[in-house]
């Protein structure tokens, strides 16, 4: 009998992926999604397969699943800067109420329960590297507050979940991750400067672009997650990230070098609020924990964006 997992979060550009890879594994997954940031495109070749359920469904209600489950990984939320700014008290719904409902699920189902954190708990860092053992450094009522906090609380949660229901957890801190199936228009970087290079339009580096970010390719984080969850008991928080650094505005000239056709320049505009100035994962722990560590470099990754991107844009 095939295993039963749940993802949250199943439309979107990481939920998604990690249906595939679950599927491909032989587990039977039902994806939910209540589509306020999620496509059914990215999961739309798994309609109609055997193993594949989708529940369009606000994880922030209670949530009913008939049957055996034994694996929950809840990726339900908006990710972007740009989409939590526009939804932050969704936001802070799903990372808290979807989060207590996840863990409720979980325990009344005997699951393992894996939550998608992400490093934006280490706010605008102090230490750098950020290993899992630093608390962070988070402004609670600036604007980037209602992701941050309500990560913190999913965080919070899970651990009382866990120390006082015995319920098994995993909890990864994601950092910044890319690839196919991002949304153009989500506000972030990569689908920013990619779209415009493609456009034609200037790059818009926000500040002096001398803020650093660290990317990883989405098939590395998938394989990180599959790791945790199937091939170890870990119940803390667990960095998965690709440490190379890069500062934003070589991150632009990285995309231009890669489309000598385009004709686009670079801008500068406002640096946002609270935008964390460097970030780069300390993987030890996943190395040691999971013998994982991210292979596909950067080069590779944007290639192969790039060619998602230019497809989105010029359907064939
Ligand atoms: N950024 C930029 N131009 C853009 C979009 C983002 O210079 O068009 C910068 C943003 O200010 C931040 C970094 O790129 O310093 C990464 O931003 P993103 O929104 O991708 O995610 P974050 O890492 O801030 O959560």
Same mark, same amino acid.
């Given at each position: 009998?095939?295993?039963?997992?749940?993802?949250?979060?199943?439309?979107?550009?990481?939920?998604?992926?990690?249906?595939?890879?679950?599927?491909?594994?032989?587990?039977? =997954?039902?994806?939910?999604?209540?589509?306020?940031?999620?496509?059914?495109?990215?999961?739309e070749h798994l309609f109609g397969k055997d193993r594949f359920t989708f529940l369009h469904y606000d994880v922030t209600n209670f949530v009913h699943v008939p049957g055996e489950l034994h694996y929950i990984l809840h990726f339900a939320s908006p990710a972007s800067p740009v989409d939590y700014l526009r939804m932050p008290i969704q936001t802070?719904?799903?990372? $808290?109420?979807?989060?207590?409902?996840?863990?409720g699920l979980a325990r009344a189902k005997g699951a393992t329960i894996l939550l998608a954190s992400t490093s934006e708990v280490y706010g605008d860092p102090l230490e750098h590297p950020q290993k899992e053992t630093y608390w962070g450094h988070v402004n609670p009522i600036g604007v980037r507050g209602v992701y941050d906090e309500a990560k913190r609380f999913m965080e919070a949660m899970a651990m009382a979940y866990h120390?006082?229901?015995? =319920?098994?957890?995993?909890?990864?801190?994601?950092?910044?991750?890319?690839?196919?199936?991002?949304?153009?228009?989500?506000?972030?970087?990569?689908?920013?400067?990619?779209?415009? $290079?493609?456009?034609?339009?200037?790059?818009?580096?926000?500040?002096?672009?001398?803020?650093?970010?660290?990317?990883?390719? =989405?098939?590395?984080? =998938?394989?990180?997650?599959?790791?945790?969850?199937?091939?170890?008991?870990?119940?803390?928080?667990?960095?998965?990230?690709?440490?190379?650094e890069v500062s934003i505005l070589d991150f632009a000239r990285e995309i231009l070098a890669l489309l000598p056709e385009s004709r686009s320049t670079i801008v500068f505009k406002p640096l946002p609020e609270d935008d964390p100035k460097v970030r780069r994962p300390?993987?030890?722990?996943?190395?040691?924990?999971?013998?994982?560590?991210?292979?596909?470099?950067?080069?590779?990754?944007?290639?192969?964006?790039? $060619?998602?991107?230019?497809?989105?844009?010029?359907? $064939?």
């Open positions: 009998m095939s295993k039963r997992i749940l993802i949250t979060g199943a439309a979107g550009f990481i939920g998604s992926h990690l249906c595939d890879r679950f599927w491909q594994e032989g587990f039977e =997954v039902i994806g939910m999604d209540n589509l306020s940031t999620g496509s059914l495109e990215n999961i802070l719904k799903v990372g $808290a109420l979807g989060t207590h409902k996840c863990l120390r006082t229901h015995g =319920v098994s957890i995993r909890i990864v801190r994601i950092f910044n991750t890319y690839g196919p199936r991002m949304r153009l228009d989500d506000g972030r970087v990569l689908p920013n400067f990619i779209g415009q $290079a493609l456009r034609n339009e200037p790059l818009t580096v926000y500040g002096d672009g001398s803020q650093t970010r660290s990317f990883c390719y =989405v098939d590395d984080l =998938v394989e990180g997650i599959f790791r945790l969850l199937l091939y170890s008991d870990y119940p803390l928080p667990v960095n998965l990230g690709n440490p190379g300390d993987i030890s722990l996943a190395r040691e924990l999971l013998g994982w560590e991210p292979r596909i470099p950067r080069e590779e990754g944007l290639k192969r964006s790039i $060619a998602y991107f230019r497809a989105k844009l010029q359907p $064939a």
